[in-house]
């Protein structure tokens, strides 16, 4: 079984960065992809970015694009996401997911979720 363990979530003035982090343990080669989900109050949880297990091939939603950047390192089975000129938008819980597919997005794992504010 695969479990996903997120850190590096925080509280962060709007304009400043974070770095999330998500190890993953277990039997990881059936997914196609490993990324981040997140979920404001109120709101329902929105795939944030992936990144292939095979080629580095990325997606990123919108309102990220050109703010985050999602890679990857085989040698410890860890994603990371930076997240750089954050706003209080992308104030959420972030989950870690590994993926069969992101098109269509079929999870097939989620981690704890890591809590990140942007405020001032």
């Known amino acids: 079984q695969v479990q996903l363990v997120e850190s590096g979530g925080g509280l962060v003035q709007p304009g400043g960065s974070l770095r999330l982090s998500c190890a993953a343990s277990?039997?990881?080669?059936?997914?196609?992809?490993i990324g981040w989900f997140r979920q404001a109050p109120g709101k329902e949880r929105e795939g944030v970015s992936f990144?292939?297990?095979?080629?580095?091939?990325?997606y990123y939603v919108d309102s990220v694009k050109g703010r985050f950047t999602i890679s990857r390192d085989n040698s410890n089975n860890t994603v990371y996401l930076q997240m750089n000129r954050l706003k209080p938008e992308d104030t959420a819980v972030y989950y870690c997911?590994?993926?069969?597919?992101?098109?269509?997005?079929?999870?097939?794992?989620w981690g704890q979720g890591t809590q990140v504010t942007v405020s001032s």
């Open positions: 997911v590994g993926l069969k597919s992101w098109d269509p997005i079929i999870i097939d794992s």
């Open positions: 277990g039997f990881t080669l059936d997914y196609y992809a």
């Open positions: 990144i292939s297990m095979s080629d580095s091939s990325a």
